[in-house]
Nanobody
């Protein structure tokens, strides 16, 4: 299995920046893709950004140009740099990893709260 632990969420003013971190442990050698999702109150969880083991990235339309996902393989950590934050970015941010264990499995972290005040 893959375990994920997020950190870095907090209250920030609009226009500010945050960096979220996600540390993976367990079957890290079998991870295919990692990503960040967020869930705002009363809304469905949505993809924010993803990064493959080869370094290919993709972003949700609402964060393109503002957020950057990266990974440090030596530290088994994925980061997301969030700039020009808006109140609409408020939500619980979850780290996710898809890995192979006989079939493709997705693991989730416990989430970290990001609140952007206007």
């Amino acid at each position: 299995q893959v375990q994920l632990v997020e950190s870095g969420g907090r209250l920030v003013q609009a226009g500010g920046s945050l960096r979220l971190s996600c540390v993976a442990s367990g079957r890290i050698f079998s991870i295919n893709v990692m990503g960040w999702y967020r869930q705002a109150p009363g809304k469905q969880r949505e993809l924010v950004a993803g990064i493959t083991s080869g370094g290919t990235t993709n972003y949700g339309d609402s964060v393109k140009g503002r957020f950057t996902i990266s990974r440090d393989n030596a530290k088994n950590t994925v980061y997301m740099q969030m700039n020009s934050l808006k109140p609409g970015d408020t939500g619980v941010y979850y780290c996710s990893a898809k890995y192979w264990a006989g079939s493709m499995i997705r693991s989730w972290g416990q989430g970290t709260q990001v609140t952007v005040s206007s």
